[in-house]
């Protein structure tokens, strides 16, 4: 359907992105979320303010994009960076009222978008695409992508609308400072993390070329099927957390801590196994013989996704409870050995040096992060711990 080549392109521009739409893919919708979550019957004034702003973040992203784009292959792939530019807005206002969906109690409608209607309108218009005309291009694949992303839109606005018909209250005249104050370590948190996960395939994309990107870029998407228990169970807890921590419930508030550990650890062994397991089977099956290249990158990329599963949702518990800093020091330092790992070993190891360095800087963030909830919360959240415990417990 697409080559190697053609999608290490595609692949490239998509990361880039990410990366540029950071304070508007991922820092306004997690604030969002966690103040609608603290009166999630209220309609709250933020989520007009998180459009304004996300505008003002857009201007800028474009700017950015397209001066990339100007000096990526000499400009000879403009095109794929203007069709990307212009999904930037109607992505960010989705990914809003996405976390405004789930703040208001509806976590699994609040997913369905991303989670499904994004990669399905895709997948089902290639599908299409490809029995019409038989071949794909990196240009056709970003077209797909932004009609993903405005059916996206389209679903969480009725979802939204359904979920809150009550009239907007008044913008308090204190509450855009705070909400600024907040925003900026959120923004710099997404942003290493985004970075962090996307560091690999643009620094892949820069020294190795367009085919091995493409074959990154086929073992990170894999691996990504471990990460989405805790994305899931991340998603659902969230809007507790920030509800129980605002009312002062840390019992509670641990309780709901220990059980999502234990359950995103138990869960996240399966499709680590079935990866590993059938990983040589599965890859030339679903994407072609030219990527079985990736499946030593796949081991080490799933297993940086264990490491994650077995601390955790300690990036969501200290982001809900007004401790994002931390996180920031936390994801910067991953971030940090990242880079430093990826400059020294991808030029050496190709791309299995990529995803050794992901999984060291995965170990990175975790451990810090793990040592910040038990020092400000006094919570236990590594799942492998906390399944230590109960098996003590009920001897």
């Not at 990361?15 to 540029?20: E, M, N, V, Y």
């Not at 998407?221 to 169970?233: F, H, K, N, R």
């Not at 641990?254 to 196994?273: G, M, Q, W």
């Not at 992060?369 to 492998?384: D, N, P, R, T």
């Amino acid at each position: 359907m697409l080559g190697a080549e053609a999608f290490g392109r595609y692949s490239f521009v998509l990361a880039l992105l990410t990366f540029i739409s950071v304070p508007i893919q991922s820092a306004l919708p997690t604030l969002v979320l966690r103040e609608v979550a603290k009166e999630p019957q209220k309609k709250s004034p933020i989520i007009k303010w998180a459009k304004k702003v996300s505008l003002l973040y857009w201007f800028f992203g474009a700017i950015t994009l397209l001066t990339i784009g100007r000096f990526y292959n000499n400009g000879a792939q403009i095109d794929l960076f203007l069709i990307a530019l212009f999904s930037m807005p109607f992505m960010a206002i989705a990914m809003i009222k996405s976390a405004e969906i789930k703040a208001r109690g509806a976590v699994v409608v609040g997913q369905v978008a991303d989670a499904v209607i994004r990669p399905g309108g895709i997948l089902l218009i290639c599908i299409v695409w490809f029995f019409l005309f038989g071949q794909i291009a990196d240009f056709d694949l970003l077209i797909f992508y932004l009609v993903s992303v405005l059916l996206m839109l389209l679903f969480n606005q009725m979802a939204s609308d359904g979920l809150c018909k009550i009239n907007c209250q008044d913008l308090p005249s204190k509450q855009p400072e705070e909400w600024r104050k907040t925003l900026i370590p959120l923004t710099f948190l997404a942003g290493f993390q985004v970075l962090n996960a996307q560091l690999d395939i643009i620094v892949v994309g820069f020294i190795e070329s367009d085919e091995n990107t493409g074959i990154y870029r086929v073992a990170v998407q894999l691996s990504l099927l471990v990460a989405m228990i805790i994305t899931g169970v991340n998603q659902a807890i969230q809007p507790r957390i920030s509800l129980l921590y605002s009312r002062g419930d840390r019992v509670e508030l641990e309780e709901v801590v220990k059980r999502s550990s234990i359950i995103i650890l138990l869960l996240t062994l399966f499709p680590a196994i079935i990866l590993l397991t059938f990983g040589t089977y599965l890859i030339p099956l679903l994407f072609g013989e030219v990527y079985l290249a990736g499946y030593s990158s796949l081991i080490f990329l799933v297993l940086a996704q264990l490491i994650n599963a077995g601390f955790g949702s300690v990036g969501a518990i200290l982001n809900m409870s007004g401790h994002e800093r931390y996180t920031v020091m936390g994801m910067f330092a991953a971030f940090c050995v990242n880079l430093v790992m990826d400059i020294l070993l991808v030029p050496v190891l190709g791309i299995l040096g990529a995803a050794l360095s992901t999984c060291i800087s995965f170990l990175v963030w975790n451990l810090i992060l793990w040592k910040m909830v038990k020092v400000k919360l006094g919570i236990e959240s590594a799942g492998f711990i906390n399944v230590l415990r109960f098996r003590g417990d009920r001897k």
